[in-house]
């Protein structure tokens, strides 16, 4: 079985349960803040696993520039609209929208990487992104309630949030997929793109910080936690993962199976929520799982 494909897969099981573990920190301290914060110990994270492992060696001059933009496109701007949604429209709504992140990047793909899927593939793929968008839509019966599915603020805006979201991941693989051909050690290059996103985001936040009152957030330990373990979980080791998945996969392909999060947080939600998926979600699930077996080739 490809290993850069398992690895995808990998990534969206981490990226499942970062995005649940996220909703209460990202809601209580709000997207920039909670983005931050998380950002500077994963990024701390990295920069000494990659000093200790040798990885860093691998970076050069003329990779620098590139997972610079990478990460302020992926990251930064990815990441901060990603959490922008979820903090306005739960992590349903806001995963259908990410869940374009896929398609994204197959199609530009083919513009700008000259990756040609075969049919098969393809199908999968597409088979992928179609189950996900399904199993979102209707992965909740109509009578359940959870502060999850709770909208705070404009839908239309959280739905946009939730496409720039995808949008920027795309752009952030894309950039990413021909450095880690070229031998970027994986580990480095997710430090690289994760400590220029942080320091965005603090010059970011010390420029609209200024004048406004002083933050009274409750800084709870479980709010401590969850911030720091969907740092660790989605960002440290998920993205991680991604970039392992680009050294030797296709980036349509990387994007697609990574981007079954939304599929792999059904049964999470179905045990912390007690509410039972509809049909629907088990049909996008299944249809998932056999475009997963097309592009793994099972047979």
């Known amino acids: 079985m490809p290993i850069d494909e398992l690895a995808a897969l990998g990534a969206s099981l981490c990226f499942a349960v970062a995005g649940l573990l996220a909703v209460e920190p990202s809601r209580v301290l709000g997207a920039i803040r909670f983005n931050r914060i998380r950002m500077l110990v994963i990024s701390v994270l990295l920069l000494?696993?990659?000093?200790?492992?040798?990885?860093?060696?691998?970076l050069s001059m003329d990779v620098l520039p590139v997972l610079v933009i990478s990460g302020l496109v992926g990251i930064f701007l990815g990441d901060t609209f990603l959490f922008a949604g979820l903090r306005r429209v739960g992590p349903r709504r806001n995963a259908v929208m990410f869940a374009l992140n896929a398609p994204l990047t197959a199609i530009a793909g083919i513009f700008f990487l000259d990756e040609l899927l075969s049919f098969p593939v393809f199908l999968g793929c597409l088979f992928?992104?179609?189950g996900v968008m399904i199993a979102i839509a209707y992965g909740r019966r109509p009578s359940a309630s959870s502060h999850w599915e709770a909208v705070h603020g404009s839908l239309p805006l959280g739905l946009l949030f939730g496409f720039l979201a995808a949008a920027g991941q795309a752009g952030g693989i894309l950039l990413s997929k021909p450095l880690m051909e070229q031998g970027v050690d994986p580990v480095a290059g997710s430090a690289v793109r994760v400590a220029i996103a942080a320091l965005a985001l603090f010059i970011i936040y010390g420029w609209t910080a200024r004048?406004?009152?002083?933050?009274?957030?409750?800084?709870?330990?479980t709010i401590i936690l969850k911030t720091i373990g969907s740092g660790v979980i989605g960002?440290?080791?998920?993205?991680?993962?991604?970039?392992?998945?680009?050294?030797?996969?296709?980036a349509g392909i990387v994007s697609t199976l990574s981007s079954a999060a939304p599929v792999v947080m059904l049964p999470i939600l179905w045990v912390t929520s007690q509410e039972r998926?509809?049909?629907?979600?088990?049909?996008?699930?299944?249809?998932?799982?056999?475009g997963t077996a097309l592009i793994l080739n099972l047979g």
């Open 48 to 58: 000494t696993v990659s000093w200790f492992s040798g990885g860093i060696d691998t």
């Open 211 to 221: 004048g406004t009152a002083k933050d009274h957030s409750v800084w709870t330990r």
């Open 277 to 290: 998926p509809a049909l629907g979600a088990w049909i996008g699930a299944l249809i998932v799982f056999f």
């Open 128 to 130: 992928v992104t179609s």
């Open 235 to 250: 960002m440290g080791v998920g993205m991680t993962l991604v970039m392992f998945a680009l050294t030797g996969g296709e």
